[in-house]
């Protein structure tokens, strides 16, 4: 998979989101996927925090993910495609994907509870599954940052 990374193709890629609805859709979702992690008993603190850790708020709701994705989806990812791996797939999931979100899924192991960190694997199929649909990383930054601003707006660190 040859991926053209143009400022031509960003702009493309960019002009198209707005019309995929499987896009939005995973947009539209992110306030129930806050809802529920309120209510599995994750503790909440609101933008409180924010007062005095706005720059932690953007490392770990813009820097990371651009860095993950640009690591994981981005390098990782697209190697794979470049492997036998490209030619499998599980219903629309390609392995590429899948492998990926099994080695992200366990680098969250350092850093999170272990229920949380399994968890992971499912945003990560969905931001893998959005970088395979375009060819390329944009997509699946903006989905990564979008939904760790709403957390750690909601949540904290």
């Given at each position: 998979m040859n991926i053209n990374?143009?400022?031509n193709s960003i702009a493309r890629i960019l002009s198209q989101l707005p019309r995929d609805k499987a896009y939005l859709s995973v947009i539209l979702l992110a306030p129930f996927?806050?809802?529920g992690l309120y209510y599995s008993g994750t503790a909440?603190?609101?933008p409180d925090w924010l007062r005095h850790n706005?720059?932690?708020f953007l490392q770990l709701a813009l820097l990371y993910p651009i860095v993950?994705?640009?690591v994981f989806r981005g390098l990782l990812q697209e190697k794979l495609w470049q492997t036998r791996l490209s030619?499998?797939?599980i219903y629309c999931i390609s392995m590429p994907n899948i492998v990926t979100s099994i080695i992200f899924t366990g680098f969250h192991f350092i850093a999170h509870p272990p229920t949380w960190a399994v968890v992971v694997i499912v945003p990560s199929i969905v931001f893998g599954f959005f970088r395979d649909r375009y060819q390329?990383?944009?997509p699946a930054v903006i989905l990564h940052g979008f939904y760790n601003s709403g957390y750690f707006l909601?949540?904290?660190?």
């Open positions: 990374k143009s400022p996927f806050w809802f909440i603190t609101g706005i720059l932690l993950e994705e640009l030619r499998l797939s390329h990383v944009i909601l949540f904290g660190k």
